[in-house]
């Protein structure tokens, strides 16, 4: 009876002695073989780890190499491959040597010493060079030699260190042109890709002039033409003056540079087609304008501007389920973007009239971005409608604290004072609506209801 006791594992525990015994013996010949071939047979087949392959210098993850199991004779063809290999070296390695012995002067060793001699004068004249002219330069400055490699110019660490420090302030320039425009409520100014930065290029960062969006229109439109006209392949050129061109009220203009932008960078800059696409749609051209969104999310399906835009498209469509899933999207995205909380905020208004969702959007909007003019008077419009004239006129006071030429700010004021009883404040605040937008008929049926000439 044996003494051996099954493990849970179902196979029998070795004591001391099996183990010493298992090391000692030696195998018989050809039981490795049938071994190896049993195992490959009866035991059932399970993923192996390949071995880690020697990377090679190349973009691509090299593969790993699989070698063959011994069953199939990969392990002795591996070895019987050395043993070639090491037999023709050491058959190299003896015949290099006879050729240099025996092909040598040292062949001589079987000749007589004074053929040797001979031959041997006889080839040191030849192998001897004879000495070229010298060169006289003539009188004047010498020829530089040329530079080595470490002192072509641009390759001092100084150089590289300088161009990292002008690409760090450029990103922290345009951050905080970001944070100042979501503060005052103005459109966001796309990302741009910066002009290619090198000691010896001949085409101008952008960062370094005028052509960018942090200056007037009026600045930008002048000096982007100068660029253009001597590097007409600028595509960053072209797309900040398209950009301040559709801003002077120039949309056709703008659609040209935009073309020739995209053309010149189809892929690399998702923010092209988003901001033709606002173009587009400030010319209620729809169609093209959601193409272009779908385009620049397609290239970037995760920023939250691209996301808001195309609601905000939608919501000038009244295509109120598919501009609130986008809205829902860019603040999933970014959580302290402020702008589609208070695009949301309409959305549940025009929608479905519910403002005490509305305001609690425009709540947190308002958190998120204090100076946030728009989501002031947003609010305040719901709390009009909530009936709630104190907390409206507190809104509407803000928003015209930021920004005292609201035409629909001014009107909307006026309607609560004339809700409160006050008709001469809601009278001179329908005159200031109209001064400020002559075009605004809301103010303008306001005072012909109260019987005001205009």
């Known amino acids: ?38 195992k490959s047979e009866g035991a059932p087949k399970t993923a ?32 019987a491959e050395r043993d070639k290999r ?9 015949l290099g040597i006879t050729l240099l012995v025996f092909g040598s002067k040292y062949a001589g060793l079987w000749e007589t010493s004074g053929p040797t001699a001979v031959r041997d004068g006889v080839e040191a004249k030849r192998s001897t060079p004879e000495k070229p002219p010298a060169i006289i330069l003539p009188p004047g400055p010498r020829p530089e030699p040329p530079l080595r490699k470490s002192e072509k110019p641009g390759s001092e660490p100084e150089v590289q260190v300088k161009l990292a420090l002008e690409q760090a302030a450029r990103r922290m320039r345009e951050e905080a042109e970001k ?27 952008l960062a370094d002039t005028d052509c960018q969006m942090s200056k007037p229109v009026s600045v930008i439109v002048p000096a982007c033409s100068a660029i253009i006209a001597k590097h007409n ?7 900040i003056r398209a950009w301040a061109l559709r801003e002077r009220n120039q949309p056709e203009r703008a659609l040209t540079d935009f073309n020739r932008a995209i053309a010149l960078q189809p892929t690399q800059q998702p923010a092209y087609y988003s901001q033709r696409a606002l173009t587009y749609v400030r010319m209620r051209d729809f169609d093209r304008g959601l193409a272009d969104y779908n385009k620049a ?10 996301h808001n835009d195309r609601g905000a498209a939608y919501l000038d469509l009244k295509d109120y389920s598919r501009a609130l899933a986008d809205f829902e999207r860019a603040i999933e995205l970014d959580p302290r973007y402020a702008v589609p909380y208070n695009n949301r905020a309409r959305t549940y208004v025009l929608s479905a009239s519910d403002h005490a969702k509305a305001v609690a959007d425009l709540d947190r909007a308002i958190e998120l971005s204090p100076k946030y003019a728009l989501a002031f008077e947003n ?18 006071e803000t928003a015209l604290e930021l920004n005292p030429r609201s035409a629909r700010a001014l009107n909307a004021r006026g309607v609560a004072y004339e809700r409160q009883g006050n008709r001469d404040r809601a009278i001179a605040d329908y005159r200031r609506a109209l001064e400020a937008d002559q075009n605004f008929t809301a103010a303008r049926d306001n005072l012909t209801r109260l019987g005001v000439k205009i």
């Not at 070795?14 to 018989?28: E, M, N, T």
């Not at 090491?86 to 003896?94: D, P, Q, W």
């Not at 459109?187 to 960062?205: F, G, I, K, L, W």
């Not at 409608?385 to 409206?392: F, G, V």
């Open 48 to 79: 192996t780890t390949p071995p880690v392959a020697k990377p090679r210098i190349s973009v691509v993850q090299p593969h790993a190499r699989y070698h063959l199991p011994r069953s199939f004779g990969g392990a002795e063809r591996v070895a």
């Open 86 to 94: 090491l037999g023709r070296l050491i058959v190299t390695g003896v």
């Open 379 to 396: 609010r305040g419009l719901s709390h009009l409608e909530l009936k709630d004239l104190t907390k409206a006129l507190a809104d509407f």
């Open 233 to 239: 392949d600028h595509a960053d050129a072209h797309f």
């Open 297 to 306: 999310i397609e290239l970037n399906p995760r920023s939250p501007t691209f």
């Open 1 to 38: 009876m044996s003494s051996e006791k099954p493990s849970k594992w179902g196979q029998p525990k070795w004591g001391i002695a099996q183990a010493a015994s298992a090391l000692v013996a030696k195998p018989q010949p050809g039981q490795t073989a049938q071994k190896a071939q049993a």
């Open 179 to 205: 944070r100042k425009a979501r503060e005052e409520s103005r459109p966001v100014p796309p990302p741009v890709a910066p002009a290619p930065v090198s000691p010896t290029a001949d085409r101008p960062n």
